[in-house]
């Protein structure tokens, strides 16, 4: 009989690592299980051994062929393993069939990056998030994971109270229970996400809001503590931010942004992770603007990017598909590309390189130069968000009432006041603002009249950003 699964961590394990290349795989032919062992070293596994097999389609029972699987349970017993990694996700009865024939834990990629997620979870959220991704990790796996469930309860045996039952499983039972817990846990996480879409909302209402997104390990935190005094945790490691951070950015000549920090993208992240953390992606999804670190210098960084590119596609369509009106109506925000590391290249021809292939990047260095700012790009950086924030500046007129005082505080705050005309009961501002601004205060409600320097009307829908105004038919 196996060994009951109790625990499912690889820390302080001797570990192999194991892969199938197929034809479609995706992976760095440079170093093949580079970023597995990174994972796995995250995780507290000391690495001592890799073994990959090339095949045109996976074994059914067993992923990697039977000759292959013998080879592996050698190699675990030469190296004193006693965990197996694959970089795959592997079915319940394909775990359990390799733990059979090697004799050891066999861990899948899903639940080694749930793992790295369970060890750094700090906030409640975060922590929510996790245990909820591992419930949907868990649920399927549960009759290959647990030789237990299959004994019956009721049949004579000592039973715990409420199980009782002509002859019912306690796989059954641990179903139910799993399920009332995942339900239990969306409903909590619905609450700080409905919490945290209002959040959001307000911010973007007064704020032009920026993202830095992009694989693990790219630099995010580094910049984004270079450019604020954000005080993110940054580390050379996987997943060293597992949650988002957002603060104030100032880029000169007045103007002012909200910066969040993301969670890093991985490549072949877990679909069911990504859901549970959905709401750490949250700013990235409703942000203004977006910049995309990318560490140039890693040898998969091409790799790298096209994943944060999917991840981001996704993301983008499950929003078109919101039950949340407000979700729809976004418009997909901008995206900068961020060079960033190019200080360890060897040379500039393989920065020339990137710069042909993504027309429009800046090259970057976000470690903090003497003045404070980023060593190289600080200047172009902050130019390129500092129009994007204000968007094409035009002279307006704008009427408003004057109970309004938030919103005329905002105008003040955000563009040039040329000069005010009062009336008992409103305001007009000539003003030299950008669109953008405006569109925000419109958006969130603001009882504005927009006219040009002409004075004609600026109708709704005709700003960047702005949804068009609902059309009702008769």
């Not at 979700?327 to 590391?341: C, F, G, Q, V």
């Amino acid at each position: 009989m196996a060994k009951e699964r109790t625990e499912l961590g690889v820390a302080s394990e001797r570990a192999v690592l194991a892969a199938v290349r197929l034809p479609d795989s995706v992976y760095d032919p440079r170093d093949p299980f580079g970023e597995l062992r990174a994972l796995a070293q995250q995780a507290g596994a000391t690495v001592v051994g890799e073994c990959e097999q090339r095949l045109q389609r996976p074994v059914a029972g067993t992923y990697m062929g039977t000759g292959k699987v013998h080879e592996l349970k050698a190699l675990c017993e030469e190296l004193g393993a006693g965990t197996v990694i694959f970089d795959h996700d592997l079915s319940p009865k394909q775990i359990s069939n390799i733990e059979q024939a090697v004799g050891r834990k066999v861990v899948d990629r899903s639940e080694l990056i749930l793992d790295i997620f369970a060890g750094r979870a700090a906030t409640t959220e975060a922590k929510l998030q996790v245990e909820l991704a591992q419930l949907e990790y868990t649920y399927p796996r549960l009759r290959a994971m647990w030789d237990h469930l299959e004994r019956i309860v009721g049949g004579g045996g000592i039973a715990g109270i409420g199980t009782r039952g002509p002859g019912e499983q306690q796989l059954e039972i641990d179903r139910r229970l799993v399920q009332r817990k995942k339900l239990a846990l969306q409903r909590e996480l619905d609450v700080i996400r409905a919490r945290r879409r209002r959040e959001v909302a307000a911010r973007r209402a007064e704020h032009f809001t920026v993202g830095l997104v992009g694989y693990t390990n790219a630099g995010k935190s580094t910049l984004f503590n270079t450019l604020t005094a954000g005080g993110a945790y940054a580390d050379d490691r996987l997943f060293a931010t597992l949650m988002t951070r957002t603060r104030e950015w100032s880029l000169g000549q007045g103007v002012g942004v909200m910066l969040s920090d993301t969670v890093g993208f991985v490549r072949d992240i877990p679909h069911h992770l990504v859901a549970s953390f959905k709401s750490t992606l949250e700013e990235a999804t409703h942000a203004d603007l977006l910049l995309i670190v990318l560490d140039v210098a890693d040898p998969a960084a091409e790799l790298h990017l096209a994943t944060v590119n999917k991840v981001l596609d996704e993301l983008f369509d499950e929003m078109d598909g919101s039950k949340h009106e407000e979700d729809r109506l976004l418009a997909r925000p901008e995206r900068i590309l961020l060079l960033n590391k190019v200080d360890r290249l060897r040379d500039n021809a393989e920065l020339l390189v990137w710069q042909r292939k993504h027309p429009g990047s800046i090259t970057i260095c976000a470690l903090p130069g003497p003045d404070g700012r980023p060593r190289l790009g600080a200047d172009e950086l902050e130019a390129r968000v500092r129009d994007a924030a204000r968007g094409q500046v035009e002279e307006f007129r704008v009427t408003l009432p004057l109970a309004d005082a938030k919103t005329l505080s905002l105008l003040e705050r955000s563009g040039d006041v040329l000069a005010r005309d009062y009336t008992a009961t409103h305001v007009t501002l000539h003003v030299r603002i950008g669109r953008r601004h405006l569109a925000r205060l419109r958006s969130a409600g603001a009882q504005l009249h927009l006219a040009d320097a002409k004075g004609r009307d600026v109708p709704r829908g005709t700003l960047p950003g702005e949804p068009a105004p609902a059309k009702w038919s008769t």
